[in-house]
């Protein structure tokens, strides 16, 4: 069964490291103990189910860490008290995350919403208001079609190819934001008219409405003078990111949290839960059990989804070493982990995954993040990597969005959360960076 060719491209599938689990997944392994005790249900869920008045709250961590998996089982606890959910992920949608603003937002939010809740509320406010400024917009969404004479969904097919047009066609999305910022505050007053109207009308006995917008931690940083995209998005912008008549959950670059406008961020929004590695070593490097274990679970479930007769350690790898390789290399970070399995299955031709697969595809890797960084970064990783520490200074905000650097939490003793951070096990490789610890004083 092992040298089954139809068994290697199903456990090639089993590591697609883009797919968000969906809630419920069979795969789902819960990691919070090894996360800082971290419980998503707990510090955005409840806050949202107890509060009387709405909510808007970040959320963030490094890509790829698990995120939109966290929130996918979040959208299910919220279900099943009483909210009807709005789930989407911005990137997949109108947004380029190449090239994000607020306006962008409002309307991928604003298409959302209309495309989902239609049905229990009257979308003629939104309607009326594209209406007034069809004149102006009707070039843009690249349609000779007079809006007037278009029935309901045949108006709402037109707004949702204006905004797609934001994504696909870049040289229109300048213009398109230059008609749309300065109605945004209206866009904003209709847009809250109908979901008052969707509120009274929520089925299966809802009674509280919650949009999550997933992927806008992906947004590249932009500078544009002092400022950035960043700033302008989560911080001048704010008043109207919040301004939606409904509990908000908005995805946040991880950089941005610990920037200069950190406490700024902590007063508008309160507490932000950030979602760190999995910790597979302790600070001072050794192994840390619990996480590895973790780590293999992670494994193991998707392997033996497949074929749950057979072993990861004695039957998929060719030795317990090699599995913890690999599970140490990923950082405890699980898209890194689901790529360099994935890596290592497609170079080989039969089970199983050998030393040299893994090493390759750990090398492969590992040249990618050489490539990442500056030759003037290279002593801020060897800092880091020294001191467990990160400075509070923006020269460490691009490290932290490439996942150079990575944050790991533990409950200490005493019972209190403590942080600590570390370079990307991979990047302990490279030659420049052993060059850079050798300098430190």
């Known amino acids: 069964m092992l040298n089954n060719p139809d068994l290697l491209t199903k456990l090639y599938n089993a590591f697609n490291p883009f797919e ?9 392994v819960d990691c919070q103990d090894v996360r800082g005790d971290a419980d998503i249900f707990q510090e955005l869920g409840n806050r949202m189910r107890l509060a009387n008045t709405n909510t808007c709250q970040l959320y963030s961590g490094h890509r790829g860490a698990g995120k939109s998996t966290e929130l996918l089982r979040l959208k299910k606890y919220l279900e099943n008290r009483q909210f ?8 997949e949608e109108d947004i380029d995350s190449e090239d994000a603003q607020y306006t962008d937002i409002l309307l991928a939010c604003t298409r959302r919403l209309l495309k989902d809740l239609q049905k229990i509320a009257n979308p003629r406010p939104i309607l009326n208001w594209l209406k007034s400024l069809w004149g102006e917009l009707k070039d ?8 007037e004479s278009l029935e309901i969904e045949a108006q709402i097919a037109q707004f949702a190819k204006l905004t797609a047009n934001l994504r696909a066609v870049p040289q229109l999305r300048q213009q ?6 300065p109605h945004t505050v209206t866009l904003i007053q209709v847009l809250n008219e109908f979901l008052t109207d969707a509120k009274k009308n929520l089925p299966n006995g809802c009674n509280k409405l919650a949009v999550i917008v997933d992927n806008l931690d992906r947004m590249v940083l932009v500078k544009d003078g002092d400022n950035t995209n960043y700033e302008e998005v989560f911080v001048d912008r704010s008043g ?12 946040a670059p991880i950089s941005l949290l610990y920037s200069k406008r950190g406490t700024d961020i902590r007063d508008i929004y309160g507490e932000c839960l950030i979602l760190p590695m999995i910790m597979v070593k302790t600070p001072d490097g050794a192994i840390y059990q619990p996480g590895l274990k973790k780590v293999k679970e992670l494994i193991s479930k998707r392997v033996r989804q497949i074929a749950p007769e057979v072993s990861p350690e004695k039957d998929i790898f060719d ?10 290399m990923s950082g405890g970070h699980v898209r890194n982990l689901l790529l360099l399995t994935q890596d290592a299955i497609g170079r080989i031709d039969e089970l199983p995954i050998t030393k040299n697969a893994v090493q390759r595809a750990i090398t492969q890797a590992r040249d990618t993040y050489r490539r990442t960084v500056e030759n ?21 905000r691009s490290l932290m969005y490439n996942r150079c650097l990575l944050e790991y939490k533990y409950i200490d003793d005493e019972g209190e959360m403590q942080r600590w951070y570390d370079i990307h096990p991979l990047i ?14």
């Open 319 to 328: 030795s317990p070493e090699t599995l913890e390789r690999l599970c140490l």
């Open 176 to 181: 398109i934001r230059q008609k749309i910022d």
């Open 140 to 147: 843009l969404a690249q349609t000779p079609i007079e809006f």
């Open 376 to 396: 003037s970064q290279w002593h801020l990783l060897a800092e880091v990597s020294r001191s467990k520490k990160l400075p509070g200074d923006d020269l460490y």
């Open 240 to 251: 109207q990111l919040k301004g939606l008549d409904c509990h908000l959950i908005y995805t």
């Open 428 to 441: 302990q490789g490279i030659a420049e960076f052993k060059e850079a610890v050798a300098k430190l004083p």
């Open 20 to 28: 968000p689990l969906p809630a419920d997944d069979t795969r789902y």
């Open 84 to 91: 009807y959910v709005v789930y989407f992920a911005a990137d």
